[in-house]
């Protein structure tokens, strides 16, 4: 066979190696995971996140058209809705997430089975594993080490500065006696579990600047009528999704316990589900929101919901 | 309420259980070869030849595939293919093994307990103990290990509260196991009441089967656990035979009837124990397939137990290659796939069962 000429071939790699030089740069983020791990990232242009607050910081990051599949938790999340393919974070399948030809998974301490993440890892692909943040600073400090990962320093910057502010803002609205707010896990059916000490909620309702009304016990305990009204609360907290599954007003207000509540001071406030509990890039502005809802002259129900 | 439930051995039966056997090893090799073909990530079939011509050494041929493939099909898709094959087998023979201790084609393993016990201990584990014990270095195998002594002890206390004597009284025994199973049930029952959220979802997922957590390792150990399982059921197969006459009739034929059925349970315990702690509970492998092959070839368990191992392997590798390939990249829950597929079917033989009656 005649050796073809050379000319089409240097033409081909003069443009690989242009439209490489027009790529994001390469690039090598290196960060210690919460396992003390040193993690160095060379591409990250396939992302596979586990947990809807890493995937609500990818995007959050601009970096959203590089998630490739994402876990069920974050079916919620705008720009994740049709990426959410994995199954629930704590039983994904190892080769389904090879399949997806990433290059970079990201995992909270939640995730798992631990076989399927090592054989993730044997793969070669690289595995981070995040804090399952439920407080301010280890959302702050998530974010800015996916900054780091991922190259996105300048803009994690602006995130944590934003939401610093945020929590400064809401602070300062902390009225000097603090409302007393319960908040009610709902999910269909059934009355619903009271959030206590240790719980997102509680965390979430000391940033607003509140009191957990059902403060004492730790996690959840399902809603009994007496306890409901030993917690005297001011404000009774739900999410949006929690809300409708109740039956929306109506159905809280009919639900004993807190049907006996002296309605004429006891506020219904709700707030969507993600933004309340997901302790995301939208942590400030959660705060704020709930502060804002929670002040004394805040108007009946707490004003419109922001979704 | 006995066994010989299915036809009687007639002349058309005993020429197809002459090729069954035959048949069912094709069955299996076409499992095998089906399991390890299909997955989320496309392996085609030049591709596997290649991987495997890699892994003999012949090195210039492995040119039709990428690194990657090669890790997929050694350590994720060929562990699980063994352990579904291991497992299936372990279930189906544990099941005609109580079934002929029972002499009751309703009986399986989960009724001296072995489920419940692991279910229980699976339950402390994942919702009682700090996250340091399961995270640490061994932290993969607190859960397995734990499941298996829940399953190991909940049999054991069947069995003893099972005797009448010093000798297994079935139905002690059977209505021991009833009270046990309700009995875990009722703590497991407790433990969801104290388990946060994410406890209870991981206690569900376990309980709703898997072979995710498919590596070497696990498939050793169930190698194992499933070799003493199928050695002793061939050792004692013309024993179970006589089970089926009624104690009392075998033990005038020889049979260490007493003897018998406690290595019975305790086998059955170990070898199901073994394979619920890895896998969870995959739900009416252990019932549906020694019906199945009892009507394929009678209740001689000479033909019933190799008959039934490998096709509750097979069958076990196929559900689990639907289970990893329906909704992909997720996984559906390999006991409720199973159970799904296994109810009707069951139900169908009942009514045929009915008609030929």
């Not at chain 2, 340091?132 to 909940?154: C, H, R």
């Amino acid at each position: 066979m005649r050796t073809s000429p050379s000319f089409p071939r240097d033409l081909v790699h003069a443009l690989i190696a242009i439209t490489l030089a027009a790529a994001p740069p390469v690039f090598a983020g290196t960060i210690i995971d919460q396992r003390n791990r040193d993690i160095t990232v060379e591409s990250a242009e396939k992302i596979v996140t586990l947990g809807a607050a890493t995937t609500e910081t990818v995007i959050a990051l601009g970096l959203g058209d590089r998630i490739v599949a994402a876990d069920a938790s974050s079916k919620g999340i705008t720009g994740a809705e049709s990426k959410s393919t994995l199954g629930y974070h704590r039983q994904v399948a190892a080769e389904g997430i090879i399949a997806t030809g990433t290059d970079l998974v990201l995992a909270t301490e939640a995730a798992g089975p631990p076989a399927a993440l090592q054989q993730i890892e044997s793969a070669g692909i690289p595995l981070v594993v995040l804090e399952q943040a439920t407080t301010a600073d280890a959302t702050l400090k998530r974010i800015e080490l996916l900054g780091t990962l991922l190259d996105a320093q300048e803009k994690s910057n602006t995130i944590v500065a934003a939401i610093r502010s945020d929590l400064d803002k809401a602070a300062k609205l902390r009225p000097d006696t603090p409302m007393r707010v319960l908040f009610l896990y709902a999910r269909g059916g059934g009355a619903g579990q009271m959030a206590g000490d240790d719980t997102i909620a509680d965390a979430m309702i000391t940033l607003a600047g509140g009191t957990n009304a059902f403060a004492g016990t730790k996690g959840y305990t399902a809603l009994t009528p007496e306890a409901v009204l030993t917690a005297k609360p001011d404000v009774v907290l739900l999410t949006t999704g929690g809300l409708a599954s109740m039956g929306g007003e109506t159905g809280v207000w009919s639900t004993p316990g807190l049907a006996q509540l002296p309605r004429e001071s006891v506020r219904l406030i709700t707030m969507d589900d993600h933004l309340l509990l997901g302790f995301g890039p939208r942590t400030g502005l959660a705060a704020l929101e709930l502060a804002q809802k929670l002040q004394p002259s805040s108007p009946e129900s707490g004003g419109p919901d922001e979704q | 309420m006995s066994v010989v439930s299915s036809p009687t051995p007639s002349s058309p039966i005993r020429s197809l259980r002459r090729y069954t056997r035959i048949l069912a090893s094709l069955f299996c090799l076409l499992a095998i070869a089906v399991g390890t073909g299909i997955g989320a990530l496309g392996i085609s079939p030049s591709a596997q030849l290649s991987i495997l011509a890699e892994s003999i050494g012949l090195d210039s041929f492995a040119t039709y595939h990428d690194p990657i493939q090669a890790t997929v099909l050694k350590a994720i898709r060929l562990p699980r293919v063994v352990l579904g094959l291991l497992v299936g087998a372990c279930l189906s023979v544990a099941g005609v093994l109580m079934q002929a201790l029972f002499r009751n084609p309703l009986a399986s393993p989960q009724l001296i307990g072995v489920s419940g016990g692991a279910a229980l201990a699976a339950g402390v584990v994942i919702a009682l103990l700090p996250g340091e014990v399961t995270s640490g270095t061994y932290g993969a195998w607190v859960l397995p290990a734990g499941a298996f002594l829940g399953a190991l002890a909940v049999s054991l206390i069947t069995l003893r509260v099972g005797h009448r004597g010093g000798t297994p009284d079935v139905v002690s025994l059977l209505l021991a196991g009833v009270a046990i199973n309700a009995l875990t049930g009722a703590g497991l029952g407790l433990l969801v009441f104290v388990a946060d959220d994410a406890q209870l979802r991981s206690l569900t997922f376990w309980s709703l089967g898997s072979l995710g957590s498919a590596t070497w390792t696990v498939v050793g150990t169930l190698a194992v656990a499933t070799s003493l399982l199928l050695f002793f059921a061939w050792r004692n197969r013309l024993s179970f035979d006589l089970l089926l006459l009624g104690h009392e009739d075998a033990h005038h034929l020889g049979v260490p009837v007493a003897t018998l059925q406690r290595r019975m349970v305790l086998v059955t315990a170990v070898a199901v124990g073994s394979a619920v702690a890895f896998t969870g509970i995959i739900g009416f492998v252990g019932l549906v397939v020694p019906h199945l092959c009892r009507l394929l070839v009678g209740p001689t368990h000479q033909h019933l137990i190799p008959l039934s191992a490998l096709v509750g392997g097979s069958l076990l590798i196929f559900a689990d290659t639907g289970a990893r390939t329906i909704v992909a990249p997720a996984e559906l829950p390999l006991g409720v796939l199973t159970t799904l597929l296994g109810a009707p079917f069951f139900l169908v033989l009942l009514a045929r069962a009915r008609k030929f009656a």
